[in-house]
């Protein structure tokens, strides 16, 4: 029972770790309706309370075979992304994984929690087992030649017990165990679990080729391509904006082809929350300006300063503070 506990473990946090990237060998041929996408000063809504924060990222928003890209169906399309430097917090990991992660994969493991200690990944939770079983894992982040990432486990722990060698003796059953319905592949070499992700983010599903992971603080700090891409001019300078250009999009009644449409943080917040799942709200709070060359900027409400308020006494989380020369 113990083994299958620490393989659960360590997939828990493999899968985790990685958040929205697919390691990837290039960017294939991009197909008609493609839209090119850039961000800066961004705070992503995963799902609600699930934040991923955004330097500067560029990329495309791909269609699905016989799709059209729409802003109100996330699975018409996906993310490819060629730059970025993203930052998630411990607080989010820990609830996209009880929120999103672990329900999908359909696990026993529940009531996790992960923290940084230095360039360490720490997790702890609960396994039902018959009984529920506390488990802890540490481990190392880095990533691979080929994009994927590399999580080094150094100590693993099941009600207490200290265990080493673990993958060593539990890689012939790791599949078995570890694996849950529409899990990505993955290898195993020593003591390291290799992962190349795929839809472990809600739609929509994003890929890119990850070259850098660290910990900074409180933060899983992850790069794709390069961290401080040259971005594309956009209709309205602002320091937190989504700007789309090309293809076909369709959002709410509209359909907009030949693509011009930037979306700016009206409330000027330090980051810009935008919410895929609520950009209706924000758009009902905001208001829009055409441009003579029949493009579309629209000012719409930081997602943080519409959603409704929980009543729980915490503290509020704090999000990375982005700056444009870090």
Same mark, same amino acid.
């Not at 411990?90 to 992960?114: C, F, G, Q, R």
């Not at 481990?139 to 060698?165: I, N, Q």
């Given at each position: 029972?113990?083994?299958?506990?620490?393989?659960?473990?360590?997939?828990?946090?493999? +899968?985790? *770790?990685?958040?929205?990237?697919?390691?990837?060998?290039?960017?294939?041929?991009? !197909? @008609?309706?493609?839209?090119?996408?850039?961000?800066?000063?961004? /705070?992503? *809504?995963?799902? %609600?309370?699930?934040?991923?924060?955004?330097?500067?990222?560029?990329?495309?928003?791909?269609?699905?075979?016989?799709?059209?890209?729409?802003?109100?169906?996330?699975?018409?399309?996906?993310?490819?992304?060629?730059?970025?430097?993203?930052?998630?917090? =411990?607080?989010?990991? *820990?609830?996209?994984?009880?929120?999103?992660?672990? !329900? @999908?994969?359909?696990?026993?493991? @529940? %009531?996790?929690?992960?923290?940084?200690?230095?360039?360490?990944?720490?997790?702890?939770? *609960?396994?039902?087992?018959?009984?529920?079983? !506390?488990?802890?894992?540490?481990?190392?982040?880095?990533?691979?030649?080929?994009?994927?990432?590399?999580? &080094?486990?150094?100590?693993?722990?099941? =009600?207490?017990?200290?265990?080493?060698?673990?993958?060593? #003796?539990?890689?012939?059953?790791?599949?078995?165990? #570890?694996?849950?319905? &529409?899990?990505? +592949?993955?290898?195993?070499?020593?003591?390291?679990?290799?992962?190349?992700?795929?839809?472990?983010?809600?739609?929509? &599903?994003?890929?890119?080729?990850?070259?850098?992971?660290?910990?900074?603080?409180?933060?899983?700090?992850?790069?794709?391509?390069?961290?401080? !891409?040259?971005?594309?001019?956009?209709?309205?300078?602002?320091?937190?904006?989504?700007?789309?250009?090309?293809?076909?999009?369709?959002?709410?009644?509209?359909?907009?082809?030949?693509?011009?449409?930037?979306?700016?943080?009206?409330?000027?917040?330090?980051?810009?929350?935008? /919410?895929?799942?609520?950009?209706?709200?924000?758009?009902?709070?905001?208001? /829009?300006?055409?441009?003579?060359?029949?493009?579309?900027?629209?000012?719409? =409400?930081?997602?943080?300063?519409? #959603?409704?308020?929980?009543?729980?006494?915490?503290?509020?989380?704090?999000?990375?503070?982005? /700056?444009?020369?870090?």
């Amino acid at each position: 029972m113990r083994f299958n506990i620490s393989v659960l473990c360590l997939w828990l946090v493999a +899968s985790a *770790s990685v958040c929205a990237a697919q390691a990837a060998k290039g960017t294939p041929a991009l !197909p @008609h309706g493609t839209i090119y996408i850039e961000a800066q000063n961004m /705070s992503f *809504s995963l799902i %609600d309370d699930v934040t991923l924060t955004v330097k500067r990222m560029n990329g495309f928003l791909i269609p699905r075979p016989g799709k059209i890209v729409s802003l109100d169906d996330k699975k018409s399309f996906t993310m490819q992304i060629e730059n970025a430097k993203t930052y998630l917090s =411990a607080e989010n990991l *820990s609830l996209l994984l009880n929120a999103y992660i672990l !329900p @999908h994969a359909k696990t026993s493991i @529940h %009531d996790v929690t992960v923290h940084f200690e230095d360039q360490t990944l720490v997790v702890k939770g *609960s396994v039902k087992k018959g009984l529920n079983v !506390p488990f802890e894992g540490k481990g190392t982040l880095s990533v691979t030649p080929e994009g994927g990432l590399k999580l &080094h486990f150094t100590d693993v722990k099941a =009600a207490g017990v200290l265990k080493k060698g673990l993958l060593d #003796a539990l890689g012939i059953t790791l599949a078995s165990v #570890a694996q849950p319905k &529409h899990q990505p +592949s993955f290898q195993i070499q020593g003591d390291d679990l290799i992962v190349s992700v795929d839809r472990l983010f809600p739609p929509p &599903h994003v890929g890119g080729k990850l070259t850098s992971v660290e910990i900074d603080g409180d933060q899983l700090v992850e790069i794709f391509g390069q961290p401080n !891409p040259v971005l594309k001019p956009v209709p309205v300078a602002a320091d937190g904006y989504v700007y789309f250009r090309g293809g076909t999009v369709v959002f709410g009644k509209l359909t907009m082809k030949d693509v011009d449409l930037e979306i700016v943080n009206k409330d000027k917040t330090a980051l810009f929350n935008f /919410s895929l799942d609520h950009y209706r709200e924000q758009l009902e709070a905001g208001y /829009s300006k055409s441009l003579p060359n029949l493009g579309l900027v629209v000012y719409v =409400a930081d997602y943080s300063t519409i #959603a409704p308020k929980k009543e729980t006494g915490a503290v509020p989380k704090k999000e990375p503070e982005v /700056s444009q020369n870090k």
